[in-house]
C-alpha cells in the first residue's frame, strides 16, 4: 500500500481535464493498492479557488465529486502527529529544525505558505508522498517524504 497526497494544483488541474491529468493518473495506476489523500487545506483552496475563478456548476460538481473520491484529513487538536509535523516542517524550512535526538538539521531557509505547510505535514504524518506541481515542496524532498512533481 502506498499512500498519495494530492496538492491543491493537482487537483485544478484533473477538474480542468489537462494533459497532465492523464500523466497523473498513469502514475497513480502504477501503484499497487494506492490510497488517495487530501489534507482539508487542499478541499478549501480549491473551492475558493472554484469561487474565484466563477467556475460554472458542472466543473465545480466535477471538483466535488474528485474531491469526494479521497480520504481528507482534517485539522484537528487530536491529531499529535500531525500537529508535531508541521512544528519540525515550519522550524525546518526556516533552518531551526533538529532531528529526534536534537542535533541541528540541515535544511536550506525557505519561507513556505501556511497551507502548503499544512499539506506537507499531512504528507509527513501519513508517511505518503505528494504530488503537486507546486516547487515550494523541493526542498523537502526525499528528506521529508517523495514528491512527484508534474509541470505543465
Not at 479557488?49 to 466535488?64: F, G, R, V, Y
Not at 499529535?80 to 535526538?101: I, M, P
Amino acid at each position: 500500500m502506498t499512500r498519495l497526497v494530492l496538492d491543491t494544483n493537482i487537483l485544478i488541474q484533473v477538474v480542468r481535464g489537462k494533459a497532465l491529468a492523464t500523466d497523473v493518473k498513469a502514475l497513480i495506476d502504477g501503484i499497487e493498492n494506492p490510497e488517495l489523500y487530501l489534507s482539508v487545506v487542499s478541499l478549501v483552496e480549491a473551492e475558493s479557488l472554484a469561487i474565484k475563478w466563477k467556475w460554472q456548476n458542472q466543473k465545480i460538481t466535477s471538483l466535488k465529486n474528485l474531491m469526494d473520491s479521497l480520504i481528507c484529513i482534517d485539522i484537528t487538536a487530536n491529531q499529535k502527529e500531525l500537529l508535531e509535523a508541521y512544528v519540525r516542517l515550519d522550524a525546518y524550512s526556516q533552518s531551526k529544525g533538529t532531528d529526534d535526538s536534537g542535533k541541528m538539521l540541515q535544511g536550506s531557509s525557505r519561507n513556505m505558505g501556511k497551507n502548503d505547510l499544512w499539506i506537507a505535514a499531512t504528507t509527513y504524518a501519513l508517511d505518503a508522498e505528494l504530488i503537486t506541481m507546486d516547487g515550494d515542496f523541493d526542498h523537502l524532498k526525499d528528506i521529508w517524504f517523495p514528491i512527484h512533481k508534474f509541470k505543465i
